[in-house]
């Protein structure tokens, strides 16, 4: 392991004990948005070959202290005909924050049912993918101490292109228009 790391590691382990009680929580979750609540009953089903649903993700897909910071793959099933984007959002919920940390976000092309490892990182995005965040995707990296994280992969279907080129504004445009959602959950301790 790199010599710095273990020095930072070594630096925030208390401060990460210290506040192990403080998370985001799965109520502040972007799926709890009012804009991104689901106006049908259809569903996607998201799964990776990175990692097992609710299983560890593994270093090659954690962010810079901890590994490779390579984005994992998904696919998903078939979202409704009437689909006209697909929103893909990557939380942190057990961040000693008010709210979730966000690690990618971005719009696919609604023809998509899969992005490849490393699809999502800002230097390799794949024929329709719009990045919703210059960094691209930025990999867990949960801070040392704090236990166990959950990242959530979220894949909302729109029957509208959202405007906007930020989260935020793809959102907001996003209101009343998610047919179907779907999600994926790993682990990873700092």
Do not use: C
């Not at 972007?30 to 070959?49: D, H, K, M």
Request: charged fraction near 20%; aromatic fraction near 6%.
């Amino acid at each position: 392991m790199n010599p710095l790391v273990t020095i930072v590691q070594m630096l925030l382990t208390p401060v990460g004990i210290a506040l192990r009680g403080r998370r985001a929580g799965v109520e502040r979750s972007i799926a709890q948005r009012p804009e991104l609540v689901q106006t049908g009953w259809a569903s996607v089903t998201l799964t990776s070959t990175s990692f097992r649903p609710d299983g560890p993700i593994p270093p090659r897909h954690a962010g810079r202290w901890y590994g490779d910071n390579v984005s994992p793959q998904l696919a998903w099933t078939r979202p409704p005909v009437k689909t006209k984007a697909l929103l893909v959002v990557v939380e942190d919920i057990d961040v000693p924050m008010k709210d979730p940390i966000i690690h990618v976000a971005a719009l696919l092309d609604p023809t998509l049912r899969t992005v490849s490892e490393g699809e999502l990182n800002r230097r390799k995005t794949a024929p329709g993918v719009k990045l919703l965040d210059p960094r691209g995707y930025q990999g867990p990296a949960a801070l040392p101490g704090h236990g166990e994280h959950h990242y959530i992969f979220h894949l909302f279907a729109l029957d509208k292109v959202p405007a906007g080129d930020t989260l935020s504004r793809a959102i907001v445009s996003a209101a009343g228009h998610v047919v179907a959602h779907g999600e994926l959950s790993g682990t990873f301790r700092g």
